[in-house]
């Protein structure tokens, strides 16, 4: 009985081992091209509309979105500028980017507002640590910086509790100690 038992345990390993067979599958690719559709264009009068691909895609890099979307050579080309700094404002419902360029096309500082966004995750979390039981009822993102890189970035934020209300200007930690520092005001 005892060899009747390990043959057939011997058996079931066998039958597994054999189930453990390497399968070689083709390579997959998956491909996410995040740049928006364009809707028109109308470069000599500055005018260039395009349809977002996905949900805040605008407010959530503004200085990307232009860099992919507005072509400022074929701008500068067309609408016959030759000296002097340029500014273009890329409008969307939630706000809008100012991007300075200078003749040859090179981006030397930006200006952004965006209202009723979403904070970043680390940010909304540290406020509603602090803020129990609040609730954010309007927001407004402002950034500041030189070329594409922002230098000065706060959020205003109105916090309600009851017939309570705060406001607070958050600003985003640049250092990798504390998320950010919170001011009531």
Known sequence: ?????????????????????????????????????????????????????????????????????????????????????????????????????????NLLKTSQMFKDIALPALVRNEVFGEYMGWTMTRNKYQARGISDQLDNEQYIVVLRKGNDRQRLKITPSKYDYGVASIEKF
């Open 1 to 105: 009985m005892k060899k009747f038992i390990i043959i057939i345990f011997v058996f079931i390993l066998s039958i597994g081992a054999q189930a453990q067979d390497v399968i070689q599958l083709d390579e997959t690719r998956i491909n996410f091209s995040p740049t928006a559709n364009l809707v028109s264009e109308d470069y000599p009068n500055g005018l260039v509309k395009v349809r977002e691909k996905f949900a805040a895609q605008f407010q959530s890099d503004a200085i990307g979105f232009t860099k992919a979307n507005f072509d400022i050579h074929r701008f500068l080309d067309e609408a016959d500028i030759k000296s002097g700094d340029v500014i273009v404002t890329l409008r969307s419902n939630k706000g809008y980017l100012e991007a300075t360029y200078d003749e040859k096309g």
